[in-house]
RNA sequence: GCGGGAGUAGCUCAGUGGUAGAGCGUCACGUUGCCAACGUGAGGGUCGAGGGUUCAAAUCCCUUCUCCCGCUCCA
């Protein structure tokens, strides 16, 4: 068991590094900070940047019938009552205080624990969805919800998104926003937060074309990991049980990563059926049915649905980048996505070179995302690059002068190349374009 | 929500009633000049927050917040 110790220090090791270097800092942290609230640094903010990015374009970009979306996170409430949400948590839980099991109370008989005869706490309700009031008014009536997923606002656009762009079933709807559930446990730092954000792709299928589109999104999904050249033998698919399947799920497949903190989901690959339209259809009194012009028929599609965890994809990024070696600490992104791409640094800081190195940030800033350092000896910014996963670094030493030439210091194998100065930009191109 | 542990400089931590410290990092100047380790100097902390005891509190007491571990929960 010197394993979980282990493990804990890795974890400890990244979120020190992450406050240390502008990663992530931990929210409202001089009012003593505020549980499970994470904000993101310079460099946070820019890499859960591409990580977005590059899942938008995988979405939207790559595939001629998938669309986008951006749905606002206050909604009518009676979505969340067709959802299911509000009916699933207002039950009032009790709880026993010797063996500590949580009952629902509507459905004991008794009045102590039926586990183990012990007293109960009086009855709470548990809503994991946050709530708020619409208008000035603090009346039941003004009651609205912060979406805890955002999924409903693709349901509910369904049919405006298939008339608006003529796609016709199959077809997907992709949206990426923050979602909110009043989590009884967060923690893990970044993992499970009460505020979060979803990358979630909703795929419109003919009924009975459900299990094959599930199997081509399961393919994908964990090939974008894959594109993200996240560790292989630390990626899986863990397969929901029918006892672990949700209301509305006929089978669910997670993409799990093994964290330093253990196998945790990444991204839920979920086949919904007609699950929630047909509940929309009840609750709304709309027809949200298709007409399928070529079979002739009407039918409320199937959804598959893939939703992954933002944040979670980040800190996944950041935990298996993390490579700590003997004299040095790296974190190996794959380069597309690292928030400095490429750091110039002039080797000494005389004889003209910051100039010279100024001049190629300037010429190249519109293109990769660039950082100018000049201050300390080579090794130490060479380190300090390393610290944050920038891939390349270019020296300018006073030989550049002579042949116009740099040198590029390649961050996972420290080997160096020396490169003309005009062929800088199309050799960083190269190196650098994300596997689209 | 329950139980345990912990909060002192950006990071890692020492300091158990008597003037708030170290290492690393950061910044400036000098030196070196291709892989952190040189010299000099500087900045940085109402010791998580609030209250109490005391002549005196980082230190003792109470409350609270945050983080970690375990349980519980997890649409």
Redesign the pocket.
Known sequence: MSQ?KKT?ET??KI??LC??RGFIF?SSEI???????YDYGPLGAELKRQVKDFWWKSMTQAHENIEGLDASILMHPRIWEA???V???TDPLV?C?KC???FRADQLEETTCPNCGGEL?EPRQ?N?MFKTFMGPVESDANIVYLR??TAQGIYVNYLNVLNSSRQKVPFGIAQIGKAF?N???????TF?TREFEQMEMQYFVRPGEDEPAMEAWKAERMAWYDKLQINPSKLRFHEHGKN?L??YAKAAFDVEYEFP?GWQELEGVHNRTDFDLTRHEKFSGKNLKYFDEEKKEKYIPYIIETSAGCDRSVLCVLCDAFTEEE???VLKFAPFIAPVQVAILP????DGLPEIARNIVADLRSKFRMFY?A??????????Q??VGTPF?I?????TKGDNA??I??RDS???DRVNIGELSDYLTKRLAPPL
């Open positions: 979980p804990n974890m400890e979120v020190s406050k240390r931990q009012y003593g900070g505020i549980n499970s609230c959802s299911g949400h009916e699933g948590f709880d205080k500590k099991n949580r706490t548990f994991l805890p997923e559930r989590e009884i446990t967060p923690g893990n730092f499970r672990e949700a209301h903190i004299e040095r600490t080797l000494v800081k005389k350092d201050g300390g000896s080579i090794g130490r910014r060479y380190r300090r390393d610290e670094c020296t300018i030493d006073n030989d740099v040198t210091r390649e420290m080997k160096q």
